[in-house]
């Protein structure tokens, strides 16, 4: 079972966001309120929310887009029941609010969770206090209108670049002044799986969808493709779960996430000129910070610490050749170091290893087929000649988010880019942004009303998944207009 840390008992407070208005409006009078509507209600749309809220005196009408009802307020990751799914970050550092840095360390306390600043918290307390925090901005800022659409947007129209007009799922039509996408990280890509005529494939795509962990029989064996930190969750999953059978973690490197450790600051000796660097030569920059780290006894964490706050300005002044290069070969130990799990969680992982009941490998999956009752996987062994096909019960997806630009089951954002509203970065990981986070369109002119806050920005910005990152968007509604 999980450490008794994680096991804390929900306060009998819920948290219902009865502030909230749940009916749909479809005129607007411009001379009355500036509108906005915001496409997804996790992490990014909830900051959203509140900054726009917290911005203005003069009356604003919201309308937010969440097409799942358990993940409004909280997004994918914070709406997770299991106890031991923890934050990956302490909780010193998980205010929602860059100028109160201990607002969320002050939420736990008050609201009867006893936790000290540098634990790592289970990601539902965190959802817990994104939903409190944003129906108390609704309360206090109650001169606002908000409205909340449980469905998803099927098309969207813009009209001289500053209007949209959004239809959705039940064909409701509204009009607004400004947009904010908001979408969060995709689900990962899909395997092909051959003889795959079953609907009841023991195959789970979305490895964030709890009902289907719950067909795993618990002596079945199970294979689980990636090695990140969703990878991680979902073995604490199982272990949660009582199962015995025999788990096989792939990816073609084999690495996960380091572990967690208290480490001090440390300032960066050099702060090279990042227009003129090779990939090559960032590589050298880093390893020889840390050698000097090291010399004076600070960890290696400290300076990739460091290094993450100059991540946007390096990401943006590589050329294309160079974040190829990146993304095939340096990609995965960059992940494995920057993002990291609580030690209590990787000593979890590494005791199912050691008890032989968790194998990792490096290898590159050839072709899933299913025959009769089980899946058989033909793989390639990292530095091995030849194939081998290995046989499992289940097949749990944990590749990590697909990239926008192969993302196929999103009409609207695929309709914007046909009508060179919004384009694709060059390698189509997302939506090219200007350092405001406004979209551009086709002409490669800044869309003033169209907002791009989130992972979709991910190959403008490449670090823009995390809380950190995301406040820093948000934080910039408070010090500019908007409309």
């Given at each position: ?281 960032l590589l050298h920059w ?87 009752q089980k899946l058989l ?38 309709s914007m880019i046909s ?65």
């Amino acid at each position: 079972m999980c450490s008794l840390k994680t096991q804390k008992r929900k306060p009998s407070k819920s948290i219902c966001l009865s502030a909230i208005k749940l009916k749909q409006q479809s005129k607007i009078d411009y001379n009355i309120m500036e509108s906005h509507a915001i496409v997804g209600g996790g992490l990014s749309g909830t900051l959203t929310t509140i900054r726009l809220l917290e911005r203005s005196i003069e009356p604003l009408l919201i309308h937010i887009f969440e097409k799942y009802r358990h993940q409004f307020a909280k997004g994918v990751a914070y709406a997770s029941k299991d106890h031991c799914h923890l934050l990956n970050v302490p909780a010193k550092e998980m205010s929602i609010h860059e100028d109160k840095p201990d607002d969320f360390c002050r939420w736990l306390l008050k609201n009867g969770y006893i936790y000290e600043p540098n634990d790592f918290v289970p990601r539902w307390v965190f959802g817990h206090y994104l939903s409190d925090s944003l129906e108390k901005a609704i309360k206090r800022y109650s001169q606002h209108q908000v409205y909340v659409h449980y469905s998803e947007i099927t098309n969207l129209d813009i009209y001289n670049y500053n209007t949209f007009t959004i239809r959705d799922q039940n064909q409701q039509e509204l009009t607004v002044q400004n947009l904010w996408l908001c979408i969060g990280n995709l689900q990962p890509h899909e395997f092909d799986i051959k003889n795959n005529s079953d609907q009841r494939m023991p195959y789970i795509s979305n490895p964030w969808d709890v009902h289907q962990l719950k067909r795993i029989h618990p002596k079945d064996d199970v294979l689980i493709i990636g090695s990140g930190l969703t990878m991680i969750d979902q073995v604490l999953s199982l272990k949660q779960k009582n199962h015995q059978g025999k788990i096989t973690v792939i990816s073609r490197r084999g690495l996960i996430p380091q572990p967690h450790k208290a480490v001090e600051d440390y300032s960066l000796q050099t702060i090279p000129n990042f227009n003129s660097m090779r990939v090559v030569e960032l590589l050298h920059w880093i390893r020889k910070e840390i050698c000097y780290a090291e010399k004076k006894g600070i960890d290696w964490r400290s300076v990739i610490n460091a290094v993450r706050n100059y991540t946007p300005e390096i990401w943006k002044n590589l050329s294309k050749n160079d974040r190829i290069s990146f993304l095939t070969h340096l990609r995965p130990y960059w992940e494995t170091s920057r993002h990291r799990v609580p030690a209590e969680s990787y000593e979890i992982f590494q005791s199912l290893r050691e008890k032989g009941r968790l194998e990792l490998m490096a290898a590159r999956i050839k072709l899933i087929r299913k025959e009769e009752q089980k899946l058989l996987v033909d793989i390639k062994v990292r530095q091995c000649i030849e194939e081998e096909t290995l046989e499992f019960d289940w097949l749990i997806n944990c590749t990590g988010p697909q990239a926008f630009g192969k993302h196929k089951n999103m009409p609207f954002f695929k309709s914007m880019i046909s009508a060179g509203v919004l384009t694709l970065d060059e390698l189509n990981l997302g939506i090219r942004i200007s350092p405001s986070y406004k979209a551009i369109g086709r002409l490669s002119s800044e869309i003033q009303n169209l907002h791009v806050i989130g992972p979709p920005g991910k190959g403008s910005l490449w670090e823009c998944t995390a809380l950190k990152e995301i406040r820093t968007q948000t934080d910039l509604i408070k010090k500019k207009p908007v409309k």
